[in-house]
């Protein structure tokens, strides 16, 4: 068992042992018995939670949809504005310093507004302008939303996915074009894959967080999980076990994503077979060329 399992285990028997104990010393209305057969009942109703699954995990999908979408262009964004800066290109550098700086220091609850009131704006500009009938309602406000997590995703995994690929050995590079490749095959061949090594666990990390943040996309209008428990709640007074319901959803897709993570990391790693590794840890005396055991020299 791993230690950070050992430690919830323990944190969560530590908790039910102070309730536990509570229950048992401080003497209030109800008996231990009667208190927990009120709670089920007049506090927290067990079935109103039961039943907030089936309506919040059948938004699962649209999660899934916006998490994995934005991911996949905010990695190739973010692969894009990497090379631009090892790179130094002129003008794109300081575009994507600008544009890195606005993204990382604003709250993408903000860039979701100012993505879902501005692009109807630039749409009415373009129509007065060119005398154009192009209509918001025609536009998915799952564009919205993609395209912010998307350029928020991309303006972090830049960083991540920069300092990824300096972090490979130029050795390793020097070595590679020595052999006769080019940069572009040095690139895919050799920095790449072990770049990827280094930046699966903190992309992992950036796709777990992208899950938990697409409960803001009911900003925009997309209904997914949390506004889903949210009108579920609303419909029933019942908020609370709704809440608790998306967060438990949340909490094991989480758990899921970072097992499939933790493997794809394991799986990455470069790690010298058994065979191999024993003939690089060398043994015994190092100047001694076989004269101890009669051996020529």
Do not use: C
């Amino acid at each position: 068992m791993k230690k950070a399992t050992k430690i919830a285990l323990a944190i969560l028997a530590i908790i039910i042992i102070v309730i536990a104990f509570v229950s048992f010393t401080v003497k209030g209305t109800y008996t231990f018995t009667d208190f927990w057969t009120m709670f089920f009942d007049k506090i927290f109703n067990w079935q109103a939670f039961v039943q907030a699954f089936k309506p919040i995990i059948g938004r699962v999908p649209t999660s899934f949809i916006i998490t994995l979408v934005a991911m996949v262009i905010g990695l190739v964004l973010g692969l894009f504005l990497a090379l631009i800066k090892i790179n130094k290109i002129p003008v794109l550098n300081q575009i994507r310093l600008v544009f890195v700086s606005f993204i990382r220091g604003t709250p993408i609850y903000v860039q979701l507004l100012l993505t879902y009131t501005g692009i109807p704006l630039i749409l009415k500009a373009v129509n007065l302008n060119y005398g154009t009938s192009y209509s918001i309602n025609d536009i998915s406000p799952m564009l919205f939303v993609i395209l912010t997590f998307a350029f928020n995703e991309a303006a972090y995994n830049s960083e991540t996915i920069r300092a990824a690929i300096e972090s490979v050995d130029v050795g390793q590079i020097e070595a590679a074009k020595s052999l006769g490749m080019t940069n572009s095959q040095v690139f895919w061949r050799v920095t790449l894959p072990e770049a990827a090594t280094v930046a699966v666990a903190p992309l992992g990390n950036s796709l777990m967080g992208l899950l938990k943040g697409t409960s803001l996309a009911f900003v925009a209008g997309v209904i997914e999980m949390t506004a889903e428990a949210k009108i579920f709640g609303g419909s029933n007074f019942r908020i609370f076990e709704s809440y608790l319901a998306v967060a438990l959803v949340y909490w094991a897709i989480n758990f899921v994503f970072e097992n499939l993570i933790r493997l794809l990391e394991k799986k990455l790693q470069i790690t010298p077979k058994k065979k191999r590794k024993n003939d690089l840890i060398q043994t015994g005396n190092p100047f001694d060329h076989g004269m101890s055991t009669g051996g020529n020299v």
